[in-house]
């Protein structure tokens, strides 16, 4: 008798579907635009200065990328600055935030997560798969559990040989 015929796949056969919140991700580099090499000193924002450079940048070199709008040094920026930023980067980003990259990388999963059709997934037994070439934010993780709990048999965490239950639905 051949060994190969006892070996019984178990994982194959218990009915979990893999889901990998890493196919929800966007593609887009990642950029930070960060507002204090605009100001004076890196301390005061002055209007006729920074109404000039925005009305000169070249804010084509953002198409097609994800933008975080931030300022890193310790000044007081009006919101007006940052509107202005939004408003000459809307016609070529992906995306524009105001915060820093973890913030742009959390909206660009929710934005991905919340366009997904997952009532394929109802009903069924799912496993968020807990590791990967793409980090995923906590974030991702939390509003896959949203949306999939009120849909899912049950869901669980990890690789489906070891994984973690986090919700089973009351049969």
């Not at 090499?37 to 890196?42: F, I």
């Not at 975080?68 to 007081?76: E, F, L």
């Not at 007006?80 to 973890?102: K, Q, S, T």
Request: hydrophobic residues 45%.
């Amino acid at each position: 008798m051949d060994i190969q015929e006892n070996i019984i796949n178990k994982v194959a056969q218990s009915g979990l579907v893999t889901l990998d919140p890493a196919s929800f991700y966007p593609q887009g580099e990642r950029v930070l635009y960060d507002i204090k090499d605009n100001l004076y000193m890196e301390l005061i924002l002055r209007e006729k200065d920074f109404r000039e450079f925005v009305k000169a940048h070249d804010w084509a070199q953002y198409a097609g990328k994800n933008v975080a709008i931030t300022c890193t040094a310790d000044a007081i920026v009006p919101a007006w600055a940052y509107m202005l930023i939004a408003n000459r980067l809307a016609p070529y980003a992906n995306e524009v935030v105001f915060g820093d990259l973890e913030l742009l990388e959390t909206v660009l999963f929710i934005k991905g997560i919340s366009g997904a059709d997952l009532e394929q997934y109802r009903d069924q037994r799912i496993v968020l798969k807990g590791c990967g070439d793409i980090p995923v934010p906590v974030s991702a993780y939390v509003e896959l559990t949203k949306k999939l709990t009120p849909i899912a048999k049950s869901l669980m965490f990890g690789e489906p040989c070891s994984t973690v239950p986090i919700y089973k639905r009351k049969d």
